[in-house]
């Protein structure tokens, strides 16, 4: 079987790069890039050159780049059966996912997919197209393949463990995911610049519809791992708010580069700083399950870097994600036991070597926390390259999404999506 073409469109996220830190078995080494000629492309080719002069894992990617206005025109004419990867400038994604689909192109796609609820008929669509053709609409969803997501998954499926999963209440939820990134950032190894237009929410996506895509996902894929869930009946939008993190122009050019505000962020500038609406919290229930998620942009880490946090209350254990200041920043998972589950528990872990070796627990308190070698931490950069080779399996393997996912897929996108278009209705939040 021939190595799969790989094309890349207009990268306007540094995902697209990261998904080529390594090369891959199946794919080939020489990549088309179509994309309009300017600073994105210019900062996605120069992360690529880097990866291709770096001392250690040497990559030899092989870019044949058509930079034109009419790119996307260009990039239909591609032969069908190639994968072409889209990344960054999200209203218009769904569009150029759909014309890449109708030429016949496997895609692979950056969260998110869609930032406004008027579009998920057309993402129903994209899917419906893919399912038609044969071909695969993967998602680049890294949580998936973080070692302490995946254990919280193991641990919350056993019975004996977890028991059921509460229902909780509006005021008091049963599951409570955080989110918090961070704008200015060093990534591969260097400084991250972000384009001028990442602020602009119209064009990038809300908090909510951006990062928690990645909050509403862990939270379906532990609850329901094998249940197809029906946006239309088992979710409810209880409430959503949203605020800004404010940005002096200090801070714009020195993650930009830019001089001054694009014109496209008048709408958003007070007292000369932008207040930028990348932060919102909403309130849901899936399945009658109460649901809590904050998705969160500081400017910078304090210490550490992106946080993720989360609790899954059930009737035996409640298990918490924690990354806070006690945790020095770094991800830990403990198991907080509401009834006698210790025997339960040193089974769970012994069952668990096979799949994740060396795992072990250790009494703190009232608490058992979860003990991970480093083997099994590599990094969120790491997770790009276990997700892109499942895409490429999958692929050969002429596997397209099942009806399963492609409905979850589409619950993610109505909550996201959902919550943003209330939460711009609710009174202003300070965020607390």
């Known amino acids: 079987m021939p190595d799969i073409g790989l094309i890349v469109c207009d990268p306007g996220h540094f995902h697209a790069a990261l998904v080529q830190k390594e090369m891959y078995s199946g794919l080939a080494a020489e990549a088309h890039v179509y ?12 992360r690529i050159a880097r990866f291709n002069a770096r001392a250690e894992q040497l990559t030899d990617w092989r870019l044949r780049v058509h930079a034109a206005p009419d790119f996307l025109d260009r990039m239909r004419r591609e032969p069908p059966g190639g994968a072409v990867i889209f990344s960054g400038r999200n209203r218009r994604k769904i569009e150029r996912i759909g014309a890449a689909l109708a030429a016949g192109l496997h895609v692979l796609a950056d969260k998110p997919i869609i930032i406004r ?19 695969l609409l993967y998602e680049i969803m890294t949580g998936r393949h ?13 019975p004996d463990l977890f028991g059921e999963t509460l229902a909780g209440s509006p005021n008091e939820p049963a599951v409570e995911l955080k989110g918090v990134h961070h704008l200015l950032k060093r990534v591969a190894g260097v400084p991250n610049p972000r384009p001028a237009w990442y602020f602009d929410t119209a064009e990038q996506g809300e908090g909510l519809a951006d990062t928690g895509t990645h909050l509403v996902d862990r939270v ?8 197809a869930l029906d946006h239309a009946r088992d979710i409810r939008i209880d409430a959503a708010e949203r605020w800004p993190t404010v940005i002096g122009l200090a801070e714009f050019r020195e993650i930009t580069g830019e001089t001054g505000w694009p014109e496209a962020l008048t709408p958003w500038l007070r007292d000369g700083a932008l207040h930028y609406y990348c932060n919102g919290r909403v309130c849901y229930a899936v399945r009658g399950i109460h649901v809590a998620l904050d998705a969160r942009w500081d400017w910078q880490a304090a210490a550490g870097d992106d946080r ?26 403990y198991i907080v036991p509401m009834a006698d589950i ?12 096979e799949s994740y070796p060396g795992v072990a627990i250790e009494r703190q308190d009232r608490a058992w926390r979860v003990v991970v070698p480093e083997e099994l931490r590599p990094g969120h950069e790491a997770h790009f390259a276990a997700l892109t080779r499942r895409f490429l399996e999958r692929i050969a393997q002429q596997r397209p999404l099942s009806r399963r996912e492609e409905a979850n897929m589409l619950a993610k996108y109505y909550v996201c999506t959902e919550a943003v278009a209330l939460s711009r209705t609710a009174p202003p939040s300070d965020g607390g």
């Open 35 to 46: 994309a309009p000629l300017g600073p994105d492309l210019a900062d996605y080719l120069a």
């Open 117 to 135: 609820r008027e579009d998920l008929p057309a993402l129903e669509q994209a899917l419906k197209t893919a399912e038609q053709r044969g071909l």
């Open 146 to 158: 973080d070692t302490m997501a995946a254990l919280l998954r193991e641990l919350r499926a056993d």
């Open 220 to 227: 379906h894929e532990t609850l329901f791992p094998d249940r």
């Open 308 to 333: 993720h946090e989360a609790a899954y209350r059930g009737s035996r254990a409640r298990l918490e994600l924690r990354q806070g200041a006690p945790e020095g920043y770094r991800q830990q998972l």
């Open 342 to 353: 210790e025997t339960a528990l040193h089974r769970r872990i012994a069952a668990l070597q």
